[in-house]
């Protein structure tokens, strides 16, 4: 099971920090991601990172403005986001998958959390 939170409303500019709790799974076995729906736009991945922690990817679109980072011993996720935009605005999940490495697209995930809304006033 997963649960994000932290997300809220925040004017352009500003950073939030959102988290992800773990429990009922063996967390350090999965690659997780965070993935972000906009209201009429299918979900699509935001960033993820590796087992290990020690390589995370992101968008070219993202670089420089959101960064992930997990700690294994605590279960949990976060998702750093500074510089946020109006068009940052979505509902935002994290999702555990089991592969190796890190998948772009929402199948390769067999857990979600409920999601976090974001919402950047302009």
């Known amino acids: 099971q997963l649960q994000a939170f932290g997300g809220g409303l925040v004017q352009a500019g500003g950073s939030l920090r959102l988290s992800c709790a773990a429990s009922?799974?063996?967390?350090?076995?999965?690659?997780m991601g965070w993935f972000r729906q906009a209201p009429g736009k299918e979900r699509e991945f935001v960033v993820g990172?590796?087992?290990?922690?020690?390589?995370?990817y992101k968008p070219d679109f993202l670089k420089g403005r959101f960064t992930i980072s997990r700690d294994n011993a605590k279960n949990m996720v976060y998702l750093q986001m500074n510089n946020l935009k109006p068009e940052d605005t979505a509902v935002y999940f994290c999702?555990?998958?089991?592969?190796?490495?890190?998948?772009?697209?929402?199948?390769?995930?067999?857990?979600w959390g409920q999601g976090t809304q974001v919402t950047v006033s302009s």
């Open positions: 990172i590796e087992r290990s922690g020690a390589s995370a």
């Open positions: 999702a555990a998958s089991g592969q190796s490495a890190i998948k772009y697209h929402s199948k390769y995930y067999v857990y």
């Open positions: 009922g799974l063996t967390f350090s076995n999965y690659v």
